[in-house]
Nanobody, 123 residues
Framework: QVQLVESGGGLVQAGGSLRLSCAAS????????MGWFRQAPGKEREFVAA????????YYSDSVKGRFTISRDNAKNTVYLQMNSLNAEDTALYYC????????????????WGQGTQVTVSQ
């Protein structure tokens, strides 16, 4: 089992930045691909970004590419999501997820999930 705990969410003005963190415990963190997803009210959970277990490969949805950066520190069992140039459409509950193997945008193929951290962007 892998336990994931997100932090770093909050209220920010449009154009601002936030850095989310996801602390992992349990099975060796370094062997898992890690991802960030988000879910806005009334919408389905969607893929945001993912990073390979080595950290050498990263993937982003078109909606966040160029604004968000995913990274990981395997020594600290932590994955990060740096979010810049935030806008109202980024408002959502952000989830950290982990899986063995490569990344996928398919929500149902990620095995481990955190409880989420709320990000609210005000105009």
């Amino acid at each position: 089992q892998v336990q994931l705990v997100e932090s770093g969410g909050g209220l920010v003005q449009a154009g601002g930045s936030l850095r989310l963190s996801c602390a992992a415990s349990g099975r060796p963190f370094s062997s898992y691909a890690m991802g960030w997803f988000r879910q806005a009210p009334g919408k389905e959970r969607e893929f945001v970004a993912a990073i390979s277990w080595t950290g050498g490969s990263t993937y982003y949805s078109d909606s966040v590419k160029g604004r968000f950066t995913i990274s990981r520190d395997n020594a600290k069992n932590t994955v990060y999501l740096q979010m810049n140039s935030l806008n109202a459409e980024d408002t959502a509950l952000y989830y950290c997820a982990g899986r063995q193997g490569g990344y996928t945008v398919a929500v149902e193929r990620w095995r481990y999930w955190g409880q989420g951290t709320q990000v609210t962007v005000s105009q």
